[in-house]
Nanobody, 114 residues
Framework: QVQLVESGGGLVQTGGSLRLSCAASGGSVSFGVMGWYRQAPGKQRELVASLTSDGRINYADSAKGRFTISRDNAQNTLYLQMNSLKPEDTAVYYC????????WGQGTQVTVSS
């Protein structure tokens, strides 16, 4: 059974940075497709960034130039480095693993104050 545990969220001022982590067990971050999603209050969950097993990366337009997705295969952990944060980045951020199953983490709250 795949378990994904996000961490690294918190409260930050506009322009600040955070690094989110997603520690995986029961499945490898180096296989399939890994992704970061977010859901703001009253809005649908949306893709922030994705990373395939062969290294292809896709970013939402809102994340391009500010966010970086990466993984550490030895630590079996997915990361999202977020810089130049804006109040509109405020959301719960979720990690997702798609291989033989579609698995989600429980989410971590990111709040950006103006």
């Amino acid at each position: 059974q795949v378990q994904l545990v996000e961490s690294g969220g918190g409260l930050v001022q506009t322009g600040g940075s955070l690094r989110l982590s997603c520690a995986a067990s029961g499945g490898s971050v180096s296989f399939g497709v890994m992704g970061w999603y977010r859901q703001a209050p009253g809005k649908q969950r949306e893709l922030v960034a994705s990373l395939t097993s062969d290294g292809r990366i896709n970013y939402a337009d809102s994340a391009k130039g500010r966010f970086t997705i990466s993984r550490d295969n030895a630590q079996n952990t997915l990361y999202l480095q977020m810089n130049s944060l804006k109040p509109e980045d405020t959301a719960v951020y979720y990690c997702r693993m798609i291989n033989t199953r579609d698995s989600w983490g429980q989410g971590t709250q990111v709040t950006v104050s103006s």
